[in-house]
Each structure stands twice: as structure tokens, then as C-alpha cells.
């Protein structure tokens, strides 16, 4: 029974809140459609090769966290200690991000079994915090800090299943298509099995390269060096070669606020994301801490998603709407799209062979959401190998060699279609992040840089941006968000930091490392070095002003490179009102001529008294007006009383004087009601309430 499992451990699964479970109470295996979301053991085997995208297992092993290079003479001549890390991730592998009619692939995808129906067997838990006293957490002063809870919830998306029939596959075994956007029971954009697994081997990259557990650490992680040990597992009285003292709180857990930080935007694929890294994470100490019956607590940070900034906005800033039009307006892109060849091969395809008149939104998506997770493409789109890659932005430049085919048509047949698409889609959703200095990122990611730098200025500033005594500086800061978050963060740090001809893929990672130079190095004049990596690749030495071939550089070259626009409400947000990317509205022209003549007339001698003129005598005429209408519409309904004038009125002119019984269908309610019900007055027959449903 519930009451049976110890309330630190109903806390942890809550925490965790996800669990893979079958929908049956067997322990055996039912057999699957492709439209379910299987387990590892069965994924990324239909296809030979997958792109870089679908983040596979082998993927995600190339994406540890390298140890700090000893082969430079940059970084062997100084000692320094990593003291804060600042970690960014993009949700794992999910469902699509919207249902038909919005989300366009093929023709038949939405009515295919194989791709239209998505069924998910990773749950979600959720507890509510108890009302009794003995559950509650409480500090020094008495203040209640939390509520352990007394039991779970498991959350499913399967309440339309009992509204929908069952269908045989050709196997034999059914599936339920419900009332879902997703026909099945997983929600739009919900994280997968896939994703699940990809963000513990992001919380196990993490633990690698932080953690240090003595003999556990093996010597190829990162953590074997001691300059890069975040956390000294073995070390019981946390001593440390820091100077500063002033990062995290060595008296409380690791996983507990000032040690970590956890932010996310209010999604579910990027709720438990964060959630399912930080059980990779700290899976040892959690477990731990439940065998101890202790209380554990790990808060989340988030916002409402519509004005949340973990990606560029325009509810709060219109400026950022207005720069992300002019990218998309200007010639730089007119002469790209005019002479890619991809854009003219992928659009001709998407029109001849899928039956598309334009490319949509979502083709990479599709794409994506389909190979990533087993299920089949069109014969047309099969061809993925890898060998065409990415290509640039401008494709004249590149010497194909004996892939020249591959972006042209050969004969009746596409050659790497599927690359192609996904080149061009990257590229053409990418150019407003890259264009005019990454104009329109700065401002759009203003508000997140301001966040993550607010982690990080108190530690390599602190002149400047004091601590606080009673909030210091996490030792580990972890932002969880959308591939949206992470591509217009790196396109802010420079141009050579990221080409945007590839997309960041399921449970990318962006870190930025945090050292302490103990001795004084000339390299490092403010005592402070940082690291950049992206997906296991170091980038440092791609920013501007620092050093070539150097993983380290001098704090103050991130601090100038990202605090011009680190801003939020500070923000210059207002829209220009001559801006190009408005079209004028005639009607505006209009009211600014009514506008100006009002104000010139009251400022005129007298003009007042010709406006309060104007006024009583619109009044007069409007009440002489409606006092006309009125006595004409009760003659005719004097005329409609008597039965002998009645039959003399045409139908025509019934219908089209007597509003209040045969008035349009409004939108909404109205246009649910099937014609013929209660559309007469005296009708005793009651809507039928299904009608209405």
C-alpha cells in the first residue's frame, strides 16, 4: 500500500517524476506498433545510419566532457581550480510539437498508422504538499521551507481512449486512435524514452568530468585531474585550493540551493529533462539520503512559458519581432535564397514528390520525429548516409568534388534529399540568429545572459557585483530549454563560435566553465579563466580575444562579449514606428488626419464651442434618426400580428427584416449546433447535447 513506502522516498520519485512503466499491470511485454515509443534495447535499429540530430547512444558518448588540455603552453604554465559551472541543455527526444492541420509533412502522414499515432509509456508523478504539520520542513527561525508529500498521483493522457474504437494492425494486435492531438496517448512535444536516456548520459558526462570519487573515477574522465573537481567526494572536511570561498554552501547537500540551481521554462519535455539529468547526476546521494529517511529537496525555477526568456520573445519585447522581420527582408537574404540550389532542389521536391505546394514550418520536424524514432519514411526521403553533411551558406565556395550530384537532380531521381532539406530548412530558420552581428539574439537573449551572468559576476567580479552573504553564487547552474535557447546563445558569442548550418540536436549541451588562476599568470590578469564547450567540443579559443588554440582565456573577455546585452528590462524593446517591416494601414493615414484636425480645432479662439455645437447637434440627429427607425420596424410588426396582411408578405421579406428569428450563426457555440435544431420559435424539442459537444 502507499502508506507502506517512506515519505523521503515518495518525495524522491516525485522529484524525479518520471518512471518508465508499462500501460499494463504484466510483467511481460506486449507486442508494439511503430507508433509507440519503444525502449532503448529496440531504438535506432530500422535505419544503418542516423543524423547527428537524433543524439543515439553512440552520439551521446561523443559528448564527454574533455579533460583540461596539458599540451599547451598556455594552459601547463599555470594552476587553477574550477569553482562554478553553468550548464545549458536542450530537452531530449520528444513527440512532434503539434497535431494536424498545423504540423504539414507528407500526404499520408497523419492518416498513416506508422506515423500518425503516438503512444507513450513514460509517466509522470505528482504530489501535492501535506497539510499536516509533521510533514512540514521547517529552518532555524520556524519558517516553513517545504511539504513532504503523503502519496503520488501518475499522470496519463489516455482519458479519450474510452471514446475511440479499437483498430487491428496487420499483426494482429490493436491500437487505440483517441481524441489526442497526437492520436495516442503521449501530449504534443512530450518528452520520449529516447530523451530520457539521453539526459541521464548527459547527468553521467556531468558527474565524470565534477565529481571525484576516489578509485571510482576512471583516469580517461575529467574529474581524475584535480583542477577540475567541482566536488571532492572523498575529501570529508571539503577543504579545497580555492581562495574563494564564496561559491556555494559546503554545509549543505550538493543537490540543495547554493550548491545547484535548476531553471527551466514550464514544459513538460523541459521540466523533466532537467529532472532526469539531475538524477544522472546525483543518483547516488539521492539514494543515500532516502536510505537515511532524510528530507530531500530539489527546487526548480520556472515562469509562465508565454513571457518566459529562455528563448527570444516578443510578448515583452517587441523590438526582437521587429529585428527577426527586417533579417528576413533584407537583400543579404533575397540573393541567398535566389541562388541556393538547395532552396530550388528541396523546393521543387517538396512540391513534385510529396504534393506540397510550399515547404512547411515543420518539414524538419517531420524529419526528425520520424527517423530519430523508427518510424517510416516516405521511399522518396529514405536516402540518409551521411556523406553530403552540412553544407555552407554559400554553396559556390565549396568544392563538391564527386558529390556534385548530390544537390542536383540526376535523371528522374533525388540525390541526398534528406540532407538537403535538412540543410536548407536549417539555414533558412538560422539566418536570423546569424544576421546583421546576431542582432536579433542579443536582444532576444539579453534577459538569459543577464541570469546566467548574475551566477557568474559575483565570482570574477566581485568588486563590482559583490556576493550576497546570504545567497551566494551556485556551484552548479543548470538551465533547461529548447534548441531555440541554445543556437541564438552561441550565435551571440561570435561568429566563429557557431557556422548555423547545423542544428542543435536532442539534449544538446552548452557549458561554461568557471576557473580560479591561483598564481598570478600574465594570461589571466583577472585572476579568473573560463571554458566554453559545446557537445564535448572546447570552443574557447573561437571567441574573440582569446588566445588561439587555448581552452582557457581571461574571464573578462566573456564579461565583455556578453554584458553590452545583458539586459532585461533595461532593454531598448520599443518597436521603430517607421519601421520597414510594417505595412501601412490606409486607415492609419485617416485617423491621423481626423486626429490632427480635432486637436487644431480645439486650439483655434472659439473652437471649443464649435466642438460642444458639433456634439448636441450629432445627439439631435442621431435621436431623430432612431426614433424613425423604431416607429417604422412596429408598423411592420403590426403589419406581421395580422394574420390577413401575413399572408400577403413574402417569405423574403420575413427573413430579411425579422433578425431575432433568423439571425446568422455566430462563431463559437452556435456553429457546433447542427442546422435544424431550435432554429424556429416555439419548438418544445430540447438541443440535443451531444450537438454541442
Aim: one cysteine or more; glycine letters at 6%; proline letters at 6%.
Amino acid at each position: 500500500m502507499i502508506q507502506s513506502i517512506p515519505p523521503a522516498l515518495l518525495l524522491i520519485l516525485c522529484i524525479l517524476s518520471m518512471i518508465d512503466i508499462s500501460d499494463g499491470s504484466s510483467s511481460t511485454t506486449s507486442p508494439t506498433h511503430e507508433g509507440e515509443d519503444k525502449n532503448a534495447s529496440s531504438s535506432y535499429t530500422k535505419y544503418q545510419h542516423y543524423p547527428p540530430y537524433c543524439s543515439t547512444p553512440q552520439e551521446m558518448a561523443k559528448r564527454a566532457i574533455p579533460p583540461l588540455n596539458h599540451g599547451t603552453s598556455n594552459d601547463a604554465s599555470h594552476t587553477s581550480q574550477l569553482i562554478h559551472v553553468t550548464a545549458i541543455i536542450r530537452h531530449g527526444a520528444r513527440t512532434p510539437f503539434m497535431g494536424p492541420p498545423a504540423y504539414q509533412c507528407w500526404n499520408d502522414y497523419w492518416t498513416n498508422e506508422n506515423t500518425g499515432i503516438w503512444n507513450c509509456n513514460l509517466k509522470t508523478y505528482i504530489s501535492p504538499p501535506a497539510a499536516s504539520k509533521d510533514s512540514m520542513v521547517v529552518d532555524g527561525s520556524g519558517m516553513v521551507i517545504e511539504e513532504m508529500p503523503d502519496f503520488l498521483f501518475e499522470k496519463r493522457y489516455d482519458a479519450l481512449s474510452i471514446h475511440s474504437p479499437l483498430d487491428e494492425n496487420d499483426d494482429g494486435s490493436v491500437h487505440r486512435r483517441t481524441g489526442n492531438h497526437l492520436n495516442g496517448t503521449c501530449q504534443v512535444g512530450q518528452l520520449l524514452h529516447r530523451g530520457y536516456d539521453q539526459e541521464i548520459q548527459n547527468g553521467l558526462h556531468l558527474r565524470q568530468a565534477y565529481f571525484y570519487d576516489g578509485n571510482k573515477t576512471a583516469d580517461e574522465h575529467a574529474a581524475s585531474d584535480s583542477r577540475m573537481r567541482l566536488w571532492d567526494l572523498t575529501n570529508k572536511d571539503n577543504s579545497s585550493n580555492s581562495k574563494n570561498n564564496n561559491v556555494g554552501d559546503l554545509t549543505k547537500p550538493i543537490y540543495q540551493e547554493p550548491n545547484l540551481r535548476y531553471r527551466a521554462d514550464d514544459e513538460q519535455r523541459t521540466l523533466m529533462s532537467g529532472q532526469i539529468l539531475l538524477r544522472g547526476l546525483f543518483e547516488q546521494e539521492l539514494l543515500a539520503a532516502e536510505k537515511n529517511d532524510e528530507t530531500v529537496v530539489i527546487r526548480l525555477h520556472t515562469a509562465d512559458y508565454d513571457v518566459d526568456i529562455l528563448t527570444p520573445e516578443s510578448a515583452t519585447c517587441p523590438k526582437t519581432l521587429e529585428l527577426y522581420n527586417e533579417a528576413y527582408q533584407s537583400d543579404e537574404y533575397k540573393a541567398w535564397i535566389e541562388k541556393s540550389v538547395e532552396a530550388k532542389t528541396v523546393q521543387a521536391f517538396v512540391k513534385n514528390e510529396l504534393g506540397l505546394e510550399e515547404i512547411p514550418p515543420s518539414m524538419l520536424d517531420c524529419l526528425m520525429t520520424t527517423i530519430c524514432t523508427d518510424r517510416s519514411l516516405p521511399d522518396s526521403l529514405n536516402d540518409y548516409d551521411g556523406s553530403l553533411g552540412t553544407t555552407p551558406w554559400d554553396e559556390g565556395d565549396r568544392n563538391m568534388g564527386s558529390s556534385i550530384n548530390a544537390i542536383t537532380r540526376v535523371g528522374k531521381e533525388y540525390t541526398n534529399i534528406f540532407e538537403q532539406i535538412t540543410n536548407f530548412v536549417v539555414k533558412n530558420y538560422t539566418f536570423s540568429y546569424k544576421y546583421n552581428n546576431a542582432a536579433f539574439p542579443k536582444l532576444g537573449m539579453g534577459p538569459l545572459w543577464k541570469e546566467i551572468m548574475t551566477n557568474i559576476l559575483p565570482i570574477v567580479d566581485p568588486l563590482n557585483h559583490p556576493p550576497s552573504a546570504s545567497s551566494p553564487p551556485p556551484k552548479l547552474a543548470l538551465f533547461s530549454g529548447h534548441d531555440t535557447t541554445l543556437m541564438p546563445l552561441l550565435a551571440t558569442l561570435g561568429d566563429e563560435v557557431w557556422s548555423g548550418t547545423e542544428w542543435a540536436a536532442y539534449a544538446s549541451m552548452v557549458i561554461i566553465e568557471i576557473h580560479e588562476i591561483l598564481n598570478q599568470d600574465p594570461d589571466f590578469p583577472s585572476g579568473y579563466a573560463f571554458r566554453l564547450i559545446y557537445n564535448g567540443n572546447v570552443l574557447t579559443s573561437k571567441m574573440d580575444g582569446c588566445a588561439e588554440g587555448s581552452e582557457l582565456c581571461d574571464s573578462q573577455i566573456l564579461v565583455k562579449q556578453v554584458m553590452p546585452f545583458a539586459k532585461y528590462m533595461e532593454r531598448d524593446c520599443a518597436a521603430s514606428t517607421q519601421s520597414s517591416t510594417v505595412v501601412p494601414d490606409p486607415a492609419d493615414d485617416l485617423m491621423t488626419e481626423m486626429e490632427m484636425a480635432t486637436h487644431n480645432l480645439l486650439v483655434a479662439p472659439g473652437g471649443v464651442w464649435v466642438v460642444v455645437a458639433l456634439v448636441i447637434s450629432s445627439m439631435a440627429l442621431g435621436s431623430l434618426l432612431m426614433w424613425c427607425l423604431m416607429r417604422y420596424r412596429m408598423r411592420k410588426y403590426d403589419a406581421y400580428k395580422s394574420e390577413n396582411v401575413l399572408g400577403d408578405l413574402s417569405l423574403r421579406a420575413f427573413e430579411a427584416d425579422d433578425h431575432y428569428y433568423h439571425s446568422e450563426q455566430r462563431p463559437g457555440i452556435d456553429s457546433a449546433i447542427p442546422a435544424g435544431y431550435g432554429a424556429t420559435i416555439g419548438d418544445e424539442k430540447k438541443l440535443d447535447e451531444d450537438a454541442l459537444i
